[in-house]
């Protein structure tokens, strides 16, 4: 297990959480709901450095936290008749059905019909939901990343989903495996694109670098345009390290 030695800093004004560990680059993530910063620095790093650091991203800092202040904020899931919910970008009014039978997800045209057993309990309601959404990605995946692979001139590689706090997507280069967010399937189908070619792009080159943005830029021209999308899309439960 890897040792990380946590502490605390202010710069400029900002609370900071710092992360020390054995990892070789500095990263900087703005977390949602209220916009705390979250350090991960290199073992060996000094304070020093970590300010200098820091002070040069305070701009984009301020921005990230500002996006978050002005997200559309979805109130505590109940799981009741009424609610709104996104699938894939657009909004759906939930109807919770009770009846005798299997539980399933009916998508109409403006709501998401989720058919229960009578007494099915809030989390029993959730995970009836989030099985749909799970299945939905897995579809929507599959059909993405033939074309994104063939297209980078990438072999085959490992994919899996699952629901993350702080990262839309990670990458496991040596072990050639890439992991997407379940919260993805509510977002625009442009930022799950967007969001699987930046993880596969970092099986050619794992680091935030002059070489990635021209990789992104040379793949998928528009991916700060995608970016921008996801940050400022409701639901945004998660934030992106850079």
Not at 19 to 38: C, F, T
Request: hydrophobic share 35%; net charge positive; with cysteine.
């Amino acid at each position: 297990m890897t040792s990380v030695n946590t502490s605390r800093m202010q710069v400029g004004g900002l609370e900071l959480t710092i992360n020390r560990k054995a990892i070789k680059n500095l990263h900087i993530s703005v977390l949602p709901p209220d916009g705390a910063v979250r350090v991960s620095a290199p073992a060996h790093l000094s304070d020093n450095a970590i300010r200098r650091a820091i002070v040069q991203r305070i701009p984009w800092i301020r921005q990230q936290q500002r996006s978050f202040a002005r997200q559309p904020r979805q109130s505590e899931r109940e799981m009741v008749s009424g609610e709104s919910h996104y699938f894939f970008g657009r909004r759906f009014r939930l109807e919770v059905i009770e009846r005798r039978g299997r539980h399933e997800v009916r998508q109409s045209k403006s709501k998401l019909q989720l058919l229960v057993n009578p007494g099915t309990s809030q989390e029993g309601r959730l995970q009836v939901l989030d099985t749909w959404y799970r299945a939905e990605l897995k579809s929507a995946i599959g059909e993405l990343i033939p074309y994104w692979l063939d297209k980078i001139g990438l072999g085959e590689c490992e994919w899996r989903i699952k629901r993350m706090k702080t990262m839309w997507g990670s990458c496991n280069a040596t072990a050639r495996r890439i992991w997407l967010n379940l919260e993805l399937a509510q977002k625009p189908p442009e930022c799950l694109e967007y969001i699987l070619v930046h993880e596969l792009v970092h099986l050619l080159e794992r680091h935030h670098n002059d070489r990635f943005k021209l990789l992104m830029d040379k793949y998928l021209p528009d991916w700060r345009e995608r970016r921008e999308l996801l940050n400022r899309s409701p639901l945004a439960n998660a934030s992106w390290r850079y």
